[in-house]
């Protein structure tokens, strides 16, 4: 997308954006920008147009006379002139071309697009936004013209008149095709390129040029088709996005590159017409284009007739033309990666503010429920009622602890921090597990939930249970939400083996939903994202579950994807290679696994090691349940105060890890470093909302044994402390 510079064009960039924004976007494009507060005089150069003028960033002063400074003497009342009208407010943007003197006192050419950026409530100018970019090419490209016509007027006298006058067309041509790329950029710039590249063929009687343009892919420098214009048939790269290799286009790349550029043009000619010959032409002249001293591309003149030969003149003259063609194109395309820049923060920017305006509704919504059914609860007189009302609190709080994990999830994913488990499981069991949770939600919606498993081995898998139970779920749970009363939900697995132990898994989830239009479906995967702003009014819902799950599944070398058809309903399949571990055995539950299962623990002793008195409340009641008798300390410090000090130990100590004075993890360190065996084996179990696999692993290495997450999970709570109290 480029970006036409004027004087609406550069005000509404500057009203749209930040001046963060706007400077950020600058440097990313190397684009110059100077930012002037006109009551203050501060002046401030970015760092692109800092080091054209040869200074280190912060080097240069911000007074009111850097400016000044940087112009050259000549071009100084030019510049205060187009300034002072600004300032006075005579004009609101002005074009200027001057040069600035740089470090090293050598003189560059700028051109310089300035105009009023903020005012204040009474009209007064506070700001002007200025956007610069080195011109120097192009005034070069000038001066070379105009001793090449001066040259030729010296050897008039000398030379034939029909050489003279062919000099003097391609002269004419040469500016008039400058003259109309450089003042071009208000009007269709593909347009403008091509009516140049016509004036240029049409001089020396071509029937069709090319523009090629390098880029560095891996190290490697390739050529692709940038534009053409043509009197014949386009040639066979027109419109297409092919690279073509330089190593491919030259056997002997690396020795030609050592070669003076000199002898480039017909190495180039002689291998386009070796390896990409057009049966078409008769004939082709190559000329190389080298701009700040890179190989920035080529320009190729085509003609039909055979044995053409091409002179010195037409090769410097036409090198010169296709040069300023070629600066603009550079150009044109940082300002069209300014303007593209611009326009994807702008969409991210919306996307994070209807994101987070959607995670204000549904954090606030379970709030909502949460806080007036506890205030309903607590005004109850009927036990039946308040019974209601509290079953309603727990699902709002499970509703917001998901969401909260949810977002956790996508932060760990974003930062790299989420590891994948590997370990054997029973995945029939997982299958049975998630469809004795999901049938209680389908029920309230009298939805039938069927299940169809088909080739699976009589083995454990190996891999991430946790993660694939959540994708799975959030895949049941997504359908469940879409799909209407009486409607229909399908679990189906699919198992194809690779080899003895490894396989496909395919897994889909079919519903007879509300389906998803076609143009929506890539949309439904990505962060911040949902297919429709009125699906999430409709249904609720973050619109993280389905990036979620994307994002686990890529995690697992695996793909996901959508089938679907409006008003009948989706499919949501994902596959993944698995691993198949030892064979299955019969598994007896085991009645001290059971969540119905009673704790007896009436002669031990816990230390709390808790800051948060509603926390330290919820474990003494959980306790007090079994008959275990507590003792709480408000940090570590006074945890590891109680264990130096007790002539008896704890049989456990529940360690929070964030406390003030001193945190569980340092407090747990300096109990394993005190004297006596029994201080090494004591059972230290970190309690905490810490959830990351990092966290978890600080907490082994300070010298705890386990790791519960803080909201507790209640039998897993009760699980984790038998292991050490029974």
């Known amino acids: ?111 310089e697009h300035m105009a009023v950026a903020q005012r204040d409530k009474t009209g007064k100018i506070v700001r002007l936004i200025g956007l610069s970019s080195d011109m120097s090419r192009e005034k070069w490209l000038e001066e070379q013209n105009v001793l090449l016509e001066e040259d030729n007027r010296k050897i008039a006298l000398n030379s034939p008149h029909a050489q003279l006058e062919d000099q003097n067309r391609m002269l004419r041509a040469a500016n008039r095709s400058a003259r ?13 390129l091509k009516n140049a590249l016509q004036i240029l063929g049409e001089s020396i009687l071509a029937d069709r040029v090319q523009v090629w343009r390098n880029c560095v892919r ?17 040639s066979r790269f027109a419109g297409t996005d092919e690279r073509i290799d330089y190593a491919d286009l030259f056997p002997k790349w690396t020795e030609y590159r050592l070669k003076p550029t000199s002898e480039w043009d017909v190495l180039l000619e002689n291998a386009v017409s070796t390896n990409y ?40 003259i036409m090198s010169a033309g296709a040069l300023v063609i070629a600066s603009s194109i550079s150009r044109n395309e940082a300002f069209g990666k300014l303007n593209a820049d611009r326009e994807d923060a702008l969409e991210s920017s919306k996307a994070k503010g209807d994101f987070l305006s959607r995670m204000s509704h549904e954090i606030r919504t379970p709030m909502n429920a949460v806080i007036g059914m506890t205030e309903l609860a607590l005004r109850a007189r009927d036990e039946e009622q308040r019974k209601d009302h509290l079953l309603k609190v727990k699902d709002a709080s499970t509703q917001l602890l998901q969401l909260l994990n949810d977002i956790l999830d996508m932060s760990k994913i974003e930062a790299d921090k989420l590891e994948l488990e590997n370990a054997p499981f029973n995945f029939e ?16 919606k009298v939805q039938h939930y069927e299940t169809a498993m088909n080739g699976l081995p009589s083995r454990l898998l190996i891999g991430d249970e946790l993660r694939l139970s959540q994708v799975i779920m959030n895949l049941i749970g997504n ?37 998803v239009a076609e143009d929506q479906m890539d949309s439904l995967f990505d962060s911040f994202e949902q297919a429709d702003g009125s699906i999430s009014r409709r249904f609720g819902g973050s619109g993280l579950g389905l990036s979620i799950c994307k994002r686990l599944i890529e995690m697992m070398d695996g793909k996901i ?30 009645t001290t696994k059971s969540k119905d299962r009673t704790y007896h623990w009436q002669n031990k002793l816990v230390l709390i090691a808790e800051d948060i008195k509603i926390n330290q409340e919820i474990i003494a009641h959980l306790l007090a349940e079994t008959g275990a008798s507590f003792d709480v300390a408000e940090n570590g410090k006074e945890a590891l105060t109680y264990i130096e000090s007790a002539k008896t130990l704890p049989d456990l100590v529940l360690m929070d890890i964030q406390m003030p004075e001193m945190d569980g993890l340092e407090a ?35 010298g705890m044994n386990a790791h519960l997450s803080k909201p507790l999970e209640i039998n897993k709570f009760f699980s984790t402390l038998a292991d050490y109290l029974d």
């Open 1 to 111: 997308m480029e970006i036409k510079l004027n004087g609406k064009n550069l005000k509404l960039l500057t009203s749209q954006m930040s001046i963060t924004e706007l400077e950020t976007l600058c440097e990313l494009a190397g684009v110059g920008l100077i930012n002037i507060n006109v009551s203050s005089g501060e002046i401030l150069l970015n760092n692109a147009l800092t080091k054209l003028a040869g200074y280190e960033p912060g080097e240069l002063p911000h007074s009111v006379n850097t400016k000044m400074m940087l112009t050259c003497e000549e071009d100084q009342p030019l510049m205060e002139t187009h300034l002072q009208r600004l300032i006075t407010g005579e004009a609101d943007y002005y074009h200027a071309e001057y040069r600035m003197i740089r470090k090293d006192s050598s003189l560059v050419w700028i051109s």
């Open 180 to 192: 109309m790329i450089v003042g071009g950029f208000n009007q269709d710039y593909e347009k403008v």
């Open 218 to 234: 891996d190290d490697k420098l390739f050529t692709f088709h940038r534009v053409e214009w043509t009197r014949i048939a386009p």
């Open 277 to 316: 010959k057009d049966e078409t032409l008769g004939s082709l002249m190559i000329l190389p284009l080298f701009l700040n001293g890179e190989f920035w591309g080529t320009i190729e003149f085509d003609f039909l007739n055979e044995g053409r030969t091409h002179t010195a003149d037409e090769r410097e």
């Open 429 to 444: 069991k997982m299958v049975e597990r998630i469809g004795s949770i999901m049938n209680v939600r389908m029920g309230e």
């Open 479 to 515: 359908a469940n939400k879409f799909t209407p009363d009486g409607g229909t939900i399908t679990l189906q697995v699919d198992n194809t083996p690779v080899d003895d132990n490894h396989s496909c898994l395919r897994v889909a989830v079919i519903d007879t939903g509300i389906g």
């Open 561 to 590: 994807w959508i089938e679907s058809t409006p008003g009948e309903g989706s499919s949501f399949i994902f596959e993944i290679p698995v691993a198949w571990g030892s064979p299955l055995v019969d598994e007896q539950e085991e």
């Open 668 to 702: 747990t360190t300096l109990i394993r470093q005190l004297p006596g065996a029994d201080k090494d084996s004591l059972p230290i179990v970190a309690m905490t909302a810490n959830a990351f696999n990092e966290d978890v692993r600080r907490s082994l290495v300070a």
